[in-house]
């Protein structure tokens, strides 16, 4: 099985920068496109952005575009979500996922490894 794990969140302030990683212990993951989602208490889980499996091709929501950004270095068997200028609305659990495809998009169906979630927090 396919097992992601996530790293790198905590509690900034506003304006102040993260970055975080996401790895797979399994080969496969380097060949699988990989989404960033984000939830807060009381919304539904909200599509961050997505990278496919040469990092080529990069989608981000609107809420974020030109903020975060996001990279990955197959070498490495990373994928990382670098986050530029955060708000408190950007407050939530982020969640890396990996597609069954090696190309996705925004639709939660694609995805079908999960981690476990980090905890970001940003304080006005």
């Known amino acids: 099985q396919v097992q992601l794990v996530e790293s790198g969140g905590g509690l900034v302030q506003a304006g102040a920068s993260l970055r975080l990683s996401c790895t797979a212990a399994?080969?496969?993951?380097?060949?699988?496109?990989v989404g960033w989602f984000r939830q807060a208490p009381g919304k539904e889980r909200e599509f961050v952005g997505d990278?496919?499996?040469?990092?080529?091709?990069?989608n981000y929501a609107d809420s974020v575009k030109g903020r975060f950004a996001i990279s990955r270095d197959n070498s490495k068997n990373m994928v990382y979500l670098q986050m530029n200028s955060l708000e408190p609305d950007d407050t939530a659990v982020y969640s890396c996922?990996?597609?069954?495809?090696?190309?996705?998009?925004?639709?939660?169906?694609?995805?079908?490894?999960w981690g476990q979630g980090t905890q970001v927090t940003v304080s006005s």
């Open positions: 996922a990996a597609s069954r495809f090696n190309t996705a998009g925004s639709r939660l169906s694609d995805y079908l490894y």
């Open positions: 399994d080969s496969s993951f380097v060949n699988r496109a």
């Open positions: 990278i496919d499996w040469k990092g080529l091709f990069i």
